[in-house]
């Protein structure tokens, strides 16, 4: 694998792409060959994070900065063109333009030409094995780092994947998901939580700053181990608070969980009777971007409270993506637009084992994170609630979408 390449099916995150000041370190390549990459995230202080009636108060100051430090930048770069006319003895020099009127500026000169004039192509160098001692040093450097700074924190994560692996990236609806459980810290106190999809697992990690015990699941080795590793690199966070996440196999097109004790991240008996009868917040950021597996949440989500004793919230964080589509020669969104129906069908069941109550929650919590909260992002609320004995009837099933 000489270079990183990018295909019409290519998904990359907009976290990846616009968050200021972050920190993309490639590691190493996962079993499938993708280069995975470490980045740092910081939990925004009280002094830095905005209040509930200026969502936008943080951003804002941060871009400030930037660009007060590129006025400032400019400044010295002027400054030390006058200082340079004046020794010359030429006084205030008038700017050099091109043919179109734009600011001629001379490049600092390249130490190794290139014949012809041309660039070189610039392909990132990826090493297949990490040199064992060098790794560890800087594992050790990040450690050191860390322990200064406990609200920072380090997820793995692989960039531009296909679309089958975009759970291996880090979405701004596990970031709004994020927000609003460090906004209510006393809720989620002391809680067991079941995150469905959680992917890098940043979801569970702060979720675990508050509740005792958070089942983080997902479906595929790699990811899973990813998962695992992140869970590792933010012990610094999740253990003075006395919460544990356990990364575990849940698939949504499977009726069971997976029990066999030879096969990794698969539930002990004593996991699922503890997540079935102390089960009380179920969370998934992002997970609805395609209708199959937007079905197969909901009928998870079904059978799981159905099982439940107890009523149980659930909460879902969804970006609202337009695009544009041949079918309907509009802009669209078919997959939130699936998400919402699925929704409608949920509360409306009737003759289920509990029934449900959906609403959408105001999205106008504090912002502990620095992301662009755009109005796309919603936060939706499911509460389930078990029907008495004699109401219910446990043959029945969620209808097919």
Known sequence: MDQITFHYDTVLSDVHMFLPNARHLMTRLNHVGQPVFISKFKILSDVERHDNNDPGKSLE????????????????????????????????????????????????????????????????????????????????????????????????????????????????????????????????????????????????????????????????????????????????????????????????????????????FSWAEEEVADMYDNTSFIIAADVCYDDDLTDGLFRTLYRLCSNFTHTSSIFISIEKRMNFTLRHMDVSCEAYNHFRHCLSQLQDQVDGRCSFRVEQLPSNFAQFLLYERIEQLELWKVTATPLPFDKAQPDSQLPPS
């Open 61 to 264: 100051e941060e871009e400030k900065k930037c660009t007060n430090l590129k006025e400032e930048q400019e400044k010295d770069t002027n400054t030390s063109q006058d200082n340079v006319g004046e020794e010359g003895g030429e006084g205030n020099v008038e700017p050099c333009l091109d043919e179109d009127g734009d600011l001629d500026i001379t490049h600092r000169p390249r130490k190794n030409p290139v014949e012809g004039g041309g660039r070189d192509l610039v392909c990132p160098i990826i090493l297949k094995q990490l040199n064992p001692v060098l790794e560890q040093e800087e594992e050790n450097t990040d450690d050191e780092d860390d322990t200064c700074f406990k609200d920072i924190i380090r997820i793995e994560h692989t960039m531009a994947t296909p679309l089958e692996d975009v759970g291996k990236q880090v979405w701004r609806g596990a970031f709004l998901l994020a927000d609003f459980i460090l906004s209510k810290p006393e809720m989620f106190r002391g809680a067991t939580v079941l995150e469905l999809g959680a992917g890098t697992g940043l979801t569970s990690i702060i979720m675990a700053t508050t509740a005792k015990t958070v089942y983080c699941t997902d479906v595929g080795e790699d990811l899973l181990s990813m998962c695992k590793r992140n869970v590792a690199l933010n012990r610094h966070m999740t253990e003075p608070a006395g919460g544990e996440v356990r990364v575990r196999q849940l698939d949504w097109l499977q009726h069971d969980l997976c029990a066999d004790p030879d096969v990794e």
